[in-house]
């Protein structure tokens, strides 16, 4: 079992910007594609995005432009930036990471409310 450890949320008002990070064990050589999703009350769970390992990006709609994913390999973490929030972005966001099968993390509440 992985545990991957995310940090970063809160709550913010509209038009504001918060990062989020997951971090996965150093022992872990190589992590391929790591990703960032989100459920909000009553919806199901929804891609935000995704990066590989080279660092190729893909972003739902509804972020392009606001969000931004990246990582650091040598301290296998996965980065959130998130710009210009709305309440529509209000959820529970989780991260995660294919080593042998899919990790994922226990999630961070994000609030974007005035």
């Known amino acids: 079992q992985v545990h991957l450890v995310e940090s970063g949320g809160g709550l913010v008002q509209p038009g504001g910007s918060l990062r989020l990070s997951c971090a996965a064990p150093?022992?872990?050589?190589?992590?391929?594609?790591m990703g960032w999703y989100r459920q909000a009350p009553g919806k199901s769970r929804e891609l935000v995005a995704t990066?590989?390992?080279?660092?190729?990006?893909n972003y739902a709609d509804s972020v392009k432009g606001r969000f931004t994913i990246s990582r650091d390999n040598a301290k296998n973490t996965v980065y959130l930036q998130m710009n210009s929030l709305s309440p529509e972005d209000t959820a529970v966001y989780y991260c995660?990471?294919?080593?042998?099968?899919?990790?994922w993390g226990q999630g961070t509440q994000v609030t974007v409310s005035s």
């Open positions: 995660n990471a294919f080593i042998s099968t899919w990790f």
């Open positions: 150093g022992t872990i050589l190589r992590i391929n594609d």
């Open positions: 990066i590989s390992w080279l660092g190729r990006t």
